[in-house]
């Protein structure tokens, strides 16, 4: 129960500082709090290539975070450890499935990552490609939660597929202020959803 509040605490400092200042707490609790998490991680064990594979994914991100923060625009750095934590966490979720696959979640997933990028395109740019890589990933590994939990039905495989459409949202957002027009209330509803998504994947390793 601590640590959960000790890295809600440190994503709300982040969150409030990305708004009001200072500068020091910006920088500091925004990887602190994946820190945090890569702890609880560490301790849960890292015996199996799921729990690796969990581990890696959030020291990934951690790298991902610390590139799109700094003051000289790292985006493409940053997209591509988010791209090489959604394939870490892949390799997770796909270990788990156990059983036949569905294939009207990936048709239902698709089309929505189809629709988010024809949203986005008039605004890519040189930016087409990876974006494209990059939902096709996002996509992928959410299908990879949906069949971990679909075949096995544990509360694991559902925290896992929660995680993952909350990720979806957070790099939506992402995408849209980025892309498309910054709005105020981005930065709260990015890095919210984002760090929600991320404690899903841990308390995977809980459970």
Do not use: N
């Not at 702890?39 to 064990?45: D, P």
């Not at 040189?126 to 990059?134: G, T």
């Not at 939506?172 to 930065?187: C, I, K, N, W, Y």
């Amino acid at each position: 129960m601590w640590v959960w509040l000790a890295i809600s605490f440190s994503a709300l400092l982040h969150i409030t500082a990305a708004y009001y200042g200072p500068k020091w707490q910006y920088y500091l609790f925004k990887p602190l709090t994946m820190v945090l998490l890569l702890i609880l991680a560490w301790q849960s064990g890292l015996d199996s290539v799921y729990q690796q594979a969990i581990f890696i994914g959030l020291i990934l991100s951690t790298f991902g975070d610390v590139f799109l923060m700094l003051p000289k625009d790292r985006f493409i750095q940053g997209l591509a450890s988010f791209l090489l934590a959604h394939t870490a966490y892949s390799v997770a979720f796909w270990s788990q499935v156990d059983g036949p696959m569905v294939w009207w979640l990936p048709a239902m997933l698709v089309g929505g990552g189809i629709i988010v990028f024809l949203l986005l395109l008039p605004s890519l740019g040189a930016m087409v490609l990876p974006v494209m890589v990059y939902i096709a990933m996002i996509v992928q590994m959410t299908w990879a939660a949906g069949e971990f939990w679909l075949t096995v039905g544990s509360t694991a495989g559902l925290l896992a597929l929660i995680g993952a459409l909350v990720f979806i949202v957070s790099d939506t957002v992402l995408a849209v202020d980025r892309f498309r027009g910054p709005f105020r209330a981005s930065t709260s509803v990015i890095m919210t959803s984002y760090y929600l998504a991320q404690s899903l994947f841990a308390a995977t390793l809980l459970v």
